[in-house]
């Protein structure tokens, strides 16, 4: 989550990472796996070799976690970010110009995205996200990967703490009863249960408001909102509050 008493630096780490995103070439992905076969090879023999390997696999998850982010975002925000991040990115007047809304707007989705970011990078979801399939699917496979890394080269825990894989199994085993959840109810969404024709619905239209959503589901907003409600209910204990 965020740093409580400084949510801007917060903020400003994640949008250091996701400068590096948009900056790293395919040269730089080839050399670091280079170097993390060089290192894998090393770290039989030499713990501070292992901790590079671990730290250059930490490299690759985020670049896909921050890639999950940006792929959820709606398409005038995913324009924005790449305009503003990207090597060669633009000023706010022209960004303000170019996606037609105000300043004040772009530092309001800044902000948010920024946000998005930092949270998974700790491999955090909020119920915002549950919505977006892919998301989760890609938060279980980035702690998969982790806690193999984790267990099969440093299964004494010399490099890596017990608390902190602890933490990330508790983080992948809570996802997958999501994945759980949202795959049922896109498989039977067919078969008049309500609820997982609401949660189907939003699936596949993530971005659309409650009323639009409620004409598609044959729903008023009140019934639409039950259900919504009571699917949600059911993830709560799953996800992280959202801020």
Not at 75 to 93: I, L
Request: net charge positive; aromatic share 12%; with cysteine.
């Amino acid at each position: 989550m965020l740093y409580k008493d400084n949510p801007e630096f917060s903020l400003e780490l994640a949008e250091n990472f996701l400068r590096q995103h948009f900056r790293e070439t395919s040269k730089d992905k080839i050399l670091r796996n280079s170097l993390k076969i060089f290192c894998q090879e090393c770290s039989v023999k030499d713990k501070n070799m292992l901790r590079i390997f671990f730290r250059l696999v930490k490299i690759d998850v985020n670049q896909v976690l921050i890639s999950a982010v940006i792929d959820s975002l709606p398409e005038d925000e995913k324009k924005y970010v790449s305009m503003k991040y990207c090597p060669s990115g633009t000023n706010v007047t022209k960004q303000e110009q170019e996606i037609h809304v105000t300043r004040g707007q772009l530092n309001i989705w800044r902000k948010k995205i920024l946000a998005s970011i930092w949270r998974a990078l700790n491999y955090e979801l909020t119920m915002d996200d549950i919505y977006f399939p892919k998301k989760v699917i890609n938060m279980m496979e980035a702690l998969a990967t982790l806690l193999s890394f984790y267990n099969e080269m440093d299964p004494t825990r010399q490099v890596v703490d017990t608390y902190t894989c602890q933490c990330l199994e508790h983080y992948y085993n809570s996802y997958r009863r999501i994945f759980g959840e949202l795959y049922n109810c896109i498989l039977n969404h067919g078969e008049c249960q309500k609820m997982n024709l609401v949660v189907s619905t939003i699936i596949m239209n993530p971005y659309l408001k409650k009323e639009a959503l409620s004409r598609l589901c044959g729903l008023n907003q009140g019934t639409f909102s039950r259900y919504q409600k009571a699917f949600e209910d059911r993830i709560k204990p799953y996800v992280i509050e959202s801020f």
